[in-house]
Every structure is written in C-alpha cells, then in structure tokens.
C-alpha cells in the first residue's frame, strides 16, 4: 500500500516503464525517463537533481531485471540495458538488489546524543561507557561510532533523556540478520541467509531496495504470438474493490490469453497436506506438523531452522501444483504466476512449470499504462471454479481452515492449529524451541511470514484488512450462488 | 451546513494503485471530533486522470473541491477548510 512517498515514485517509475514497453519505445525512450523525472532546475528529493537521476537509472535497471551490485560499466546506457532485456531467453536470481547510491546508510552506530545533552557535571554517560566511547566536547557529549558498541548504558542512564536509539529500518526489521553494513557502511544482502521475504524493501525510507522485475519479459510475450496464462494467487480479489471476474477481465484486456485461479492448486495443497497430516502426526511419530506453502518461510527453514525441516509438511505449494496442471494442458504456452509475495520469485526460479512472476503492484502499474479501469473492464469467468478451501488461503488461518475441511470428520476434532501471524526474532525463537520442546495443544503449525497473511504481503495494492474482507466476502457470495 | 463533509476517495485503478487504496484508512487519523463531521466513501474513477490539467493521481473530492495528488496531509487540511466554513 502507499502510505509513503517513495512507494508511489517506485509506481509512477513502473507504470512508465510498462508503456514505454506496451508501446514498443522502450531501447528508444529509455534513457530519458530519469531526466523527465528530475528535470533541470526542479525538485528533487536529494542533494540535487543529478543524484536524483542517477538513482533513478538504477531503479530501471533493477525493473529491467538487472543486479545493481553487477554493474561493470558506468557509462552503459539504458538502452542498452534494455535491448538485452528484450532479448534474454531467461531470468535469474536472485531476486533483491541494493542500490547503494539511495542507501542514505542511515547511521554508523544506533545511539545518538540530541541538542537535549546539558554538558551536565555528573556526566554519567561518559562514566558508564564501558568503551570509552563518549567524550565532551565543546559543551556537550560525543559518541565516537569507532569505540561504541551499541550496549544503550548511555541512553539508560542519561538525566535529560537526551540521548536516543536511531533504528536502521532494514536491518531492525529482518527477521534473520540477513542486511547489513559493508566497508563502505552501505546496506548489503547476504544472500547465503536472505529468505527473500521483502521486509526490508518495504520497510527502507529511502526506497533503496528493490525487486529484479520480469516486467519486460512478461509484457514482451504478451505482445507476441505466443499463449500466455496468467495464474492469480487469491489474495489478488483483494486488491481491487471490483469482483473477481472484473479482474480477471482487466488481466484479459492486458493481452493475456487466459486465467486461472492458483486456488485451484490450493485446493490440492490442502488435500495433500490433510494425507501428510494423518500419516506424520494422527497416526505417525511427528508431534507436530507445519504448513509449507509460504515460501519466505520454506527458505528460513532451509537456511537458519534445519532442525526443523523435518516437522514441515513435504506438500508442494498452490503455485507448484496449478503451474503444473496448466502446463500438462498447455505444452507450450508461457505460465505467468501474479503474486503479493517476494519469495515466490526465488521459488519458481527452481520451479520447472512456472515461467515468470509478476507482482500485484506490477500488475496494477501494468492497468495505469494501459489505460485499462478494473471497475469498466468486461467481465470473464475463469474456466475452471475454485473452491472456498483454497480461496482462503490468503487470510491467516486460511490454510489451517482448508486442512481441517480435507480431513474426515473423525479427524477434524483432533487438528489443533495455530497460526503464526507474521515472522519475526521472537517467532523464530519459538520455532526453534518447538523442536526439542513441542508445545503440547498444537499439532500443526501454519506459518505465515507476513503479518496478515499474504494480503499482507510486500507488493499489495490494499490495505490488509480491507483485502482480507472483502475475500471473505467473495467467498461467502460466491458458495451461495454455486 | 448541515449534514456532514462528504470526502470521496476515488478507487478508480490509477488513483487506488497509486494511493487510493492506503487513504480509505483516512477516517483512522481524524480526531474523535473530526469523525463526526466528516462521511468517507470510495467512489469509482470520476475521470479526473484522463487530463492532464487536474494534477496526478490519487484524486480525492472534499464537496465538491478536488484535491490532487492526494496524501493524508492534503485531504485533512481540506476538511478543515469546510470544518472552518461551518464553524464560522
């Protein structure tokens, strides 16, 4: 959602890139979309209009599908960038890029002394430093960055308050110590233990993370002969206040050839998931069991939980099993998966049915170049109808629902969820316990790396709870028209 | 005046993508006070994006006065416009 600057100049920057590529003038208009943005003697949010431009430069060759980090040449131009884009026969990872040059790297150490500091006698900062790192200097006190070792005995101790904790946004937000400063003390990804869920480009003041697109690849395609399928994830009938034939309309009218409902696949997920459940757990040793179709957090368990790969169910996700009963149906068709999520980005990557991914912001800069309004467009039912089991899964508690209606009615008293509703430290902790210690009234647990579920996820359109409702309510009109 | 301070949000697909969607939680920022003078609806797109002269999305109408490029900001210190008009 945009309840900041710098997610709307992120959108107006994608909208202009999807008309320049509907429209055929990309290689040729390029490399004037950061001058028109930062034109000469206007604003710019910067020291001056040229950085302005020059970080701008960078966004596009991230929505081209560029690593900033793997810039050789400064002086290639866009357009060059963008004829390579045009040409490529794949993507790749990974997924997030830093551009260093919009990292402000906020600040070298957390604790900061304010105009607040009196100099005062006691001096109790300069004291209790156990570093020596604070000295008085022309009547107030000083943090030497090299020396202080953010223990926060200053702030504590302080009579005037005057000394505060400044968080850096990305890294206080991410949930596995992934980003952090370099030499330089700009931001950098450590990929080996990214779980590529978004917080940090969500949550970045300066906008200076952002997603590889496959913006170009997608658009290139649908301007060509070949069939292309979008397949939504269910969090989409949130996104717009329209009903979901409406949406899959307006996806129409963007020149795809067909959609479908990755609920479809959910539906599969959740009956496979309700098997695994009785084998592993009912019946089985496992004392628990936990979900896996969130990819952000299959990722974690890889890379930071290995303990607890074995109590994660072996089911495959919406995405997987929809992608695989489209391509069985259409050999040759190109599969486009529109999601609210990052992560899914790096899992169909390893994915041999799903061809690109495009997020639900990408998408909707995709209607604003178009021209296309959702709420005009002409309706179209997709073919095959999903059930409510699998419309749910974008809500929390939706995935635990859905296993509970796969399993016999013997079973169902004996499923006792819960839902971890977005993924944090303090979360990750309790996971880990979980595996020498099982809390005793849980038998399955749904994980969700985003807070609210996927309509909380890190390229939504919505507000969370206003996707959330109006799923539910399109789940309920919809059981009672069947 | 009676009656209160109609602010319609338009959802058209340029305005929500680009702003829309986040100023529908509009009503969580006013004071208590505020609230009770003030009814926020969504409306659909009023057009206003087809010309260039309104000024860029999102489009936000306090009565009938437009207000482009809308953030929470701008809309609020519109309402207080009409708030003054019926106060004094």
């Known amino acids: ?482 | 005046m009676k009656g209160k301070i109609t602010v319609q949000i338009c959802t058209g697909t340029s305005c929500y993508v680009l702003g829309g969607a986040s100023l529908l939680d509009l009503e969580k920022n006013l004071s208590e006070d505020l609230k009770k003078k003030v009814e926020i609806k969504g409306a659909t797109c009023f057009g206003f994006c087809k010309d260039k002269k309104y000024g860029k999305p999102p489009f936000v109408l306090v009565e009938n006065e437009l207000v482009s490029e809308a953030d929470l900001h701008k809309v609020i210190k519109k309402i207080m416009q009409y708030v003054d008009k019926v106060v004094g």
């Not at chain 1, 990872?93 to 790297?105: F, G, H, K, Q, R």
């Not at chain 1, 301007?223 to 009938?237: C, E, T």
């Not at chain 1, 899914?344 to 309004?373: P, Q, T, W």
């Open chain 1, 1 to 482: 959602m945009v309840d900041n600057n710098a997610i709307r100049i992120k959108r107006e920057l994608i909208t202009k890139i999807s008309e320049l590529t509907f429209e055929g003038r990309l290689v040729e208009e390029i490399d004037r979309v950061p001058i028109e943005k930062f034109p000469k003697g206007g604003t710019s949010t910067r020291c001056c209009v040229y950085k302005s431009r020059a970080i701008t430069k960078y966004r596009i060759m991230a929505l081209l599908g560029f690593r900033v980090e793997d810039e050789e040449d400064e002086l290639k131009s866009l357009s060059e960038y963008a004829k390579e884009s045009l040409d490529r026969r794949n993507v790749s990872s990974p997924v997030l890029t830093v551009i260093d040059e919009a990292c402000s790297a906020c600040v070298r150490v957390n604790y900061f002394v304010t105009d607040a500091c009196k100099g005062c006698l006691a001096r109790p900062c300069v004291i209790n430093c156990p570093k020596g790192a604070i000295e008085i200097r022309d009547g107030r006190a000083h943090i030497d960055p090299d020396k202080c070792v953010n223990c926060g005995l200053c702030m504590k101790v302080c009579p005037y308050h005057a000394i505060i904790y400044v968080p850096v946004p990305c890294e206080d937000i991410c949930p596995v110590g992934a980003i952090s400063k370099d030499e330089t003390g700009k931001e950098h990804i450590d990929y080996e233990k990214c779980i590529y869920c978004g917080k940090c480009m969500v949550v970045c003041p300066f906008s200076a993370i952002v997603e590889c697109s496959q913006l170009i690849d997608v658009i290139k395609h649908l301007k060509s002969d070949r069939k292309v399928i979008a397949l939504f994830a269910p969090a989409l009938v949130g996104q717009f206040r329209a009903p979901m034939e409406k949406i899959a309309g307006a996806i129409i009218e963007l020149g795809f050839d067909d959609v479908y409902e990755v609920a479809l696949g959910a539906e599969v997920t959740a009956h496979n998931e309700a098997i695994e459940f009785k084998e592993r757990v009912l019946e089985g040793e496992n004392k628990f069991m936990t979900s896996s179709c969130c990819p952000a957090y299959v990722e974690m368990v890889k890379k930071h939980i290995p303990e607890l790969k074995s109590f994660v169910s072996t089911t495959r996700s919406p995405m997987h099993y929809t992608a695989q009963m489209l391509r069985e149906k259409f050999p040759n068709a190109v599969l486009v998966f529109i999601s609210p999520c990052v992560a899914k980005r790096n899992e169909a990557l390893h994915d041999e049915y799903v061809d690109y991914v495009l997020s639900f912001e990408e998408l909707g800069c995709m209607f604003i170049a178009k021209g296309i309004d959702v709420d005009s467009a002409k309706e179209y039912t997709p073919k095959q109808r999903a059930h409510k089991s699998g419309r749910g899964f974008p809500v929390i508690g939706g995935v635990s629902e859905a296993l509970r209606s796969y399993l016999s009615d013997g079973d169902k008293q004996r499923l006792a969820p819960m839902p971890i509703n977005g993924i944090d430290r303090k979360s990750i902790t309790l996971l880990k316990a979980m595996t020498n210690k099982p809390l005793p009234n849980v038998n399955f647990v749904e994980v969700m790396t985003c807070e609210g579920g996927c309509v909380g996820g890190p390229t939504v359109i919505s507000l969370p709870k206003i996707a959330s409702s109006k799923i539910k309510k399109w789940i309920e009109s919809d059981e009672a028209n069947k």
